[in-house]
């Protein structure tokens, strides 16, 4: 573990120390390029200008001083070609007229027109000399930037000094070529520096790096991993290691992850023991849900059972009174008589809708589909209705098929809730049933008292869907409908009635293509 982190520090260490050297060789260099080509700008102007001094006086000294084609071509031309070419570093000089007509030329530099054209531009619109640096390697002439530390080529300073008559006019240019050897020397010398400062900086900074290792963490990092052998030697007890090394930063460290350990160790086992306290807690309490459950819907069963059987008895008491071979009733027994059958009638659409409730509380109730006229369903419903005397509607177009798909115990126990509901409500119901292209759309609305907007959101909730009873007759209709995948809106207006809305299914087939 120790050599691993040793050799790791100490690779981060150097690569973070060449990216910094390289990052100000690079900068450094390039400042130093920079500088170096402007020295070597210096002494070619020097140099140049030295040159041009003796052209200028050979000129000025000459008899033909205004004409300078005449001066040039005398005798004594050939004395200022020798002067200059006894000057250093001097290896090419031409004398041009301002059309571009060589007077005098000699050396080797290349030169094109371009150049001239430019230098005769500069010299005419800022009256002082125009200097270039020119690069030549591998017989490739072009202009130089800068002079870098890997240039291997030969570095020449071109200048153009204009040549002006008595009047001030321009009479010619005197092109001068200077070899400049020191540039890419001097750069050289910079660079072979830099690469022995940076050797120097890099043994010494591994020597460093290596004894820093080895005394400021290898001992620790061996101090620690005995820490951690003693560690991994813990019984689930939790007894403490036998010794420590010697203190500092690592094995302190150490000490304060024996302890941390120690107590994980102790807070693992009580987690453990409450873990599995909860668990036989969690099963106690299900076992008992379930019981109390079973014991709900033998209690709703017994209690469902035991209403059903006396008014059932009631009912059909009712019916024996009111057949006319009993005897003949007066209009006040009659009319008690009408009032017992209504109540009934009540208490058994009460049991009914708690014993649909307690199969979707308990258990999801099967689906017995089937098909059947959707129409003679609600007029059933409607005859069954009739006991509470209240005006009642069905609206159904003549000639359409009305035959659904569906439970049809369970689309009465529809039908049987929203017109039960509506007629305690209202004074007159009415029911729509129309055929669509998949499905028969069911309206039915009423003239009463309305419900509250802030009532709507909860209409369909169990204990809370009505102002009499329970409150399971919509709740029973939502889940009904939706077992048979259809959904109910409601539309309702305080004091103008309330309007519910669903589909069925059709059973017709659609036809085949």
Known sequence: MGLRLKSQLVVLCLTLMLVTLGALTYFHLTISSQDNLMRSDRDGRRVALQAFQQVQLFVQASSDANDLVACLSGPKASTLAESLGKTPDLIQFDVFLPSGSSLMSSGSAAIDDLSFQQALFWVQSHHESYNEIWGYENGKVEPLVTVGPFYRGQVVHHSYHALYNNSGALEGLVHLAVKLPKAPRRINFILIGYLTIAAIFLVSSVLAIYLWAEFALNRPL??????LQQLHNLDPAGSKPDSLPQPNELSEAARALNHVTLDLVKYQQELQQKTVHLERLNEDLEQKVADKTL????????VTHDLRVPLAAVAGYADLIENPRSGQLSEKQTRYLHSIQVANRDAQELVRNMLEAMKYEFSQPAMQPEEFDVSELVGEIAEQLKVMEKPMEVVVDPGQNLSILGDRVRIGRVFSNLLSN???????????????????AVVVSDQGPGIAAEDLPRLFEKFKGSSSGLGLGLYIVHRILKDHGQDIQVDSTPGQGTRFSFHLARAEKEPSS
């Open 222 to 227: 061996r101090g620690l991993n005995n820490s």
């Open 295 to 302: 014991q709900i819907r033998e209690f709703f069963s017994l």
């Open 422 to 440: 509506a007629l305690h409500h209202a004074g007159h119901v009415k029911v729509e049933l129309s055929a669509e292209a998949r499905s028969v």
